[in-house]
């Protein structure tokens, strides 16, 4: 096993660069004695939505808990929710080092709120093709496994009809409703941060704030 790393979430961001972006070589004892997991069989990373090798990852770490040794070895993007100080604005990032090079912590939170991540896993190759969505400006994220984009809608207010080549996870990231139509008709209602919905490969969907306030979404493409 490679990489091996134990990290708090004490401060937050030296913890994340720490855990998330950049991890550094530990002595392989690290974790003597301990039970090592993949990252999709470690309890608080829970599997919420499988589409063939893509993973959408529910991770939630309540105050004073911990998670077990968990080893990370694919492509991953996260969309924050909250640590444990409070709500943290749906920031996106990817880690694809993992694909060439497995990589195992352990997390804990020290509270005194929630440590919440909506992440997704992407196990299959990379993608080198011009494959992008209709409707959608340039990505705020992009390499050959994910892209993701950011839109704010004002109270009242629809977005543009999306259609992607790839299947998409659309997370709400601050309090407010949001509707998520879809092809046939049905609608999704996301009523809280954290809030998410799935489309398929070329299915249209449109977004629309049905709240009283401005509402925040995240769209991730998981290519493929």
Do not use: C
Not at 194 to 213: D, K, L, P, V
Request: overall charge negative; glycine content about 8%.
């Amino acid at each position: 096993m490679k990489n091996l790393k134990r990290a708090k979430l004490l401060p937050y961001s030296i913890a994340l660069a720490a855990v998330l972006l950049s991890p550094s070589a530990l002595p392989q004892d690290e974790f003597a004695g301990l039970r090592v997991v993949n990252i999709v069989d470690e309890p608080r990373h829970r599997t919420v939505h499988l589409d063939g090798d893509i993973r959408v990852l529910d991770v939630q770490i309540n105050p004073g808990d911990q998670t077990l040794p968990h080893t990370h070895d694919g492509a991953i993007m996260y969309t924050f929710i909250s640590n444990g100080d409070g709500p943290l604005n749906g920031r996106v990032s990817s880690n694809t080092d993992y694909v060439n090079e497995s990589f195992t912590h352990q997390v804990s939170n020290d509270g005194p709120g929630l440590f919440r991540i909506i992440a997704m896993a992407n196990y299959g190759p990379p993608v080198d093709k011009n494959d992008l969505p209709q409707g959608l400006a340039d990505p705020a994220l992009e390499n050959p496994w994910f892209r993701s984009y950011r839109i704010e809608l004002a109270p009242g207010e629809s977005s543009a009809s999306f259609s992607h080549q790839n299947p998409v996870l659309i997370v709400q990231v601050n309090e407010g409703i949001a509707h998520v139509s879809r092809a046939d008709g049905i609608t999704a209602e996301l009523d809280a941060m954290g809030e998410w919905a799935w489309r398929s490969a070329a299915s249209q969907y449109q977004i629309r704030n049905a709240g009283n306030s401005p509402v925040a979404l995240v769209i991730n493409e998981a290519r493929r």
